[in-house]
């Protein structure tokens, strides 16, 4: 049994398998190509001022846990994983960070059934994953990957224009699917 399963009092044939919308599966790839394009770098901004935010959240909460400097030396996502996270967690290097914690690799071993919904134009990760994702998927019977080619990232929400362009009328698209396949009619 797992740490984490342990601390949620679990057993693993308690769990029955695990179904995803839009995951991180490459994270060093993935964020390379986010600050390379326009809306990528306006996301990583936005993302950073949100972690800024949760580190100065906890700093009050918890002074003695974070060093406020360390805080505001952060002005990016690696940055911010430099200064505030590798080390707690026992890593060399943020890459090493991401290599552990990028899950591409793990899908191979996955065991239990697993749906992952993924966008091919979703704006926070690198594209050039998704033929990986898909031999991942190809080798590994437990996977049923449901890949579209829009989606954006995580949602997979329709507008109504949406709706209309799609010609699809279901505004929460991805949470159905997740119920299909639970129900077992999708997969």
């Known amino acids: 049994i797992t740490p984490s399963l342990e601390v949620l009092g679990l057993e693993e044939e308690d769990i029955g398998g695990a179904a995803v ?29 949100n972690l800024k935010k949760l580190a ?24 911010f994983d430099e200064e505030l996270v590798i080390k707690p967690l026992g890593f060399s290097s943020v890459e090493a960070y991401y290599d552990a914690s990028s899950a591409l690799q793990l899908l191979p071993n996955l065991q239990k059934p697993t749906l992952i919904i ?38 997979h929400i329709s507008s109504k224009a949406c709706q209309r362009q799609a010609q699809d009328p279901d505004p929460w698209w991805a949470w159905n699917r997740i119920l299909e396949w639970l129900s077992g009619s999708v997969g």
């Open 118 to 155: 993924y966008a091919e134009d979703d704006p926070l990760f690198d594209p050039a994953i998704v033929p990986d994702l898909q031999l991942a998927c190809a080798a590994n019977p437990m996977i049923d990957l449901l890949l579209t080619r829009f989606g954006g990232h995580v949602g």
């Open 56 to 79: 100065w959240r906890i700093y009050a909460a918890h002074p003695n846990s974070i060093d406020p400097e360390a805080i505001t030396r952060v002005n990016s996502i690696w940055s």
């Open 21 to 49: 919308i839009c995951p991180s599966l490459d994270s060093k790839r993935s964020l390379a190509y986010l600050v390379k394009q326009p809306f990528g770098r306006y996301m990583e901004k936005a993302i950073t001022r």
